[in-house]
C-alpha cells in the first residue's frame, strides 16, 4: 500500500507559461487543491518521471513538444491517469489517453471533473467477501494441518486445479496468504484443534 | 520552497522534524541527537560525519515515497550505504521488535481468559516471524555486507585475490536477491488477523497500539528493502563486474 501524503499530486505539462496558469485555475474551480508541479517541456517531463515520481494525475498540453505530439509519447510509459489536450483527431490516442479538445468552459469543467473524480473504468469484480463455504472449509482445514495441494486433492477426491482454485478463494476472503496464518485463523475459529496441528 | 520535497543542505535540522515528524526514527539512525539549535542539516550531518547528500536523498525518499532516486543513490560509496542499513537493524531489533513484543504480551495478561488462547496464537505467530527476522537480519550482517565491504575494499586498493573471485563465481549476491516478500507476507497476515478476525471485545486500546506498530513496521522495512534490493544489489552487481574485469576473469 502506497503511503500518500495529503494532498494529490498533479503534474501540469504545458509550454506556455499562460497554458499552465488556465489549466491550474480550471483546478481550483472544480475544487481540487493538489500539489502541482508545473514542467515546460517534453524531456523535462521524461527526466521527472524517470527518476521514479509517480503523481497521481497528468494533465498535458500538446504544445509541449514542437514535433509531433503523438509519435513523441505513445513510447512513454505514463504511471497514472494523463489527460492529453488537443486538437480533433486525436481520438487515437483514447486508450490510453483521455484525450479531449477544449470547446466551452462548461465542458471543460465536465471534462476536468470526471478526470479527477470518476473511478477509470477497469473496475475490480467484486467477489463475494463472506464467510468461508463448506467445502472451503474442508480445505482450510487441510491446508491448515500442513497437507500439500496432491493430498488435499486425494483427500477430498477434487483436482490439484481445484485445490488451487480454493486455496485462492480462501485468500481472497480472509486476507491471509502464509500457512502459519491459516493455521492461527484455522484454530481461533474452531476449524481444527490446536493438538491436531503438530502431529 | 518545493513543497514535495522540502529538504535542502540549508533546511534547518529543527525545520526537518517539524515538516515530517516520520523522520525522527531515522535521524536517529545516522546518530543524530537533539539539541541542534539554528543549525542548518549540512552543519549538523559535518559535526556528526554524514554525508550530507545521501542523508538528503534518504530523508526524502522516506518524506515522500515516490520519489526514489535509484540512480543517484547507488552513486553512494557502499560503505556509507551498509552504515545506514545496519545501523536500521539495529533499530528493528532492538528497539522496534522489543516494543511490538512488549505490546503483545501486555495483552496477553490482560485479555479474559476466554480468549487467551487466541492472542497466545497471534503471539506465537510473532515470536516465529520476529525469529525469522532476525535471521534474515543477522545473515546480512554476518554474510552479505561484510563480503560487500571486501569487492569495495579491493577496487579501492587495486588488489584482487584469488578468494574473492572465487566467492563472486559463487554468486553470492543472486542467492541473496531472493526477496524480501516472504518476510511481508507474514507481517499483512498479521495485521489481517488482528484487523478482520479478532473479536472486538479485546482490549481496544492495545489492539490499536499494536496495529498502528505493525503498519509502521512494514512500512519501514518496505523502505529498507527498497534500499537493498534496488540500490544495494544493483551496486554489487556492478563492482563484481569491474572486478572480474579487471582481474582479467
Keep these: ?199 | 520552497m518545493n513543497n514535495i520535497l522540502p529538504f535542502t543542505t540549508k533546511t534547518l535540522m529543527a525545520d526537518v522534524i517539524h515538516i515530517d515528524y516520520r523522520l525522527i526514527p531515522i535521524l536517529g539512525r545516522f546518530g543524530i541527537d537533539y539539541g541542534f539549535g539554528n543549525k542548518s542539516v549540512i552543519e549538523v550531518c559535518e559535526e556528526n560525519n554524514i554525508n550530507v547528500y545521501f542523508f538528503l536523498e534518504i530523508i526524502k525518499s522516506f518524506h515522500n515515497h515516490q520519489y526514489f532516486p535509484q540512480e543517484e543513490l547507488q552513486k553512494f560509496n557502499a560503505d556509507v550505504i551498509i552504515k545506514y542499513l545496519s545501523s536500521t537493524h539495529q533499530y528493528y531489533s532492538e528497539r522496534k521488535v522489543p516494543e511490538i513484543k512488549e505490546i503483545i504480551n501486555t495483552l496477553e495478561k490482560s485479555v479474559d481468559p476466554e480468549h487467551l488462547s487466541k492472542i497466545s496464537l497471534l503471539n506465537n505467530f510473532f515470536k516465529d516471524y520476529i525469529v525469522e527476522l532476525l535471521k534474515h537480519l543477522e545473515r546480512e550482517e554476518k554474510n552479505v555486507f561484510p563480503y560487500i565491504l571486501k569487492l569495495e575494499k579491493s577496487i579501492s586498493n587495486k588488489v584482487y585475490d584469488v578468494s574473492l573471485i572465487h566467492d563472486i563465481e559463487g554468486e553470492p549476491i543472486e542467492n541473496y536477491e531472493q526477496s524480501h516478500e516472504n518476510m511481508e507476507v507474514k507481517l499483512s497476515d498479521l495485521k489481517n488477523l488482528i484487523i478482520r478476525h479478532l473479536p472486538p471485545v479485546i482490549r481496544q486500546d492495545l489492539c490499536q497500539k499494536l496495529l498502528t506498530e505493525l503498519f509502521r513496521l512494514e512500512n519501514d522495512l518496505k523502505d529498507h528493502s527498497r534500499i537493498e534490493d534496488k540500490v544495494l544489489v544493483p551496486k554489487v552487481k556492478q563492482l563484481e563486474k569491474q572486478i572480474l574485469e579487471e582481474s582479467g576473469k
Design chain 1, 1 to 199: 500500500m502506497e503511503n500518500k501524503t495529503s494532498k494529490i499530486q498533479v503534474i501540469i505539462a504545458a509550454k506556455h507559461f499562460l497554458y499552465r496558469l488556465g489549466l491550474k485555475t480550471i483546478i481550483s474551480v472544480i475544487g481540487i487543491d493538489p500539489e502541482i508541479t508545473e514542467i515546460g517541456s517534453l524531456s523535462d517531463l521524461k527526466s521527472f518521471l524517470n527518476k521514479g515520481y509517480k503523481p497521481d494525475f497528468i494533465i498535458m498540453n500538446n504544445d509541449i513538444s514542437d514535433e509531433s505530439i503523438l509519435d513523441q509519447i505513445t513510447a512513454i510509459e505514463f504511471p497514472c491517469r494523463t489527460m492529453l489536450i488537443g486538437d480533433k483527431g486525436q481520438e487515437l490516442v483514447k486508450g490510453r489517453f483521455e484525450a479531449i479538445c477544449l470547446e466551452n468552459q462548461k465542458e471543460i469543467v465536465e471534462k476536468f471533473q470526471e478526470f479527477f473524480f470518476e473511478p477509470e473504468s477497469k473496475q475490480e469484480p467484486s467477489t463475494d467477501k463472506s464467510l468461508l463455504s463448506e467445502r472451503e472449509i474442508d480445505v482450510l482445514k487441510t491446508v491448515a494441518l500442513g497437507l500439500s495441494n496432491k493430498e488435499i486433492a486425494d483427500k477430498l477426491c477434487i483436482s490439484a486445479h481445484t485445490v488451487i482454485t480454493h486455496r485462492k478463494n480462501i485468500t481472497e476472503k480472509l486476507g491471509i496468504k502464509t500457512i502459519a496464518g491459516l493455521t492461527v485463523y484455522a484454530i481461533m475459529n474452531g476449524i481444527i484443534n490446536p493438538e491436531e496441528v503438530n502431529q
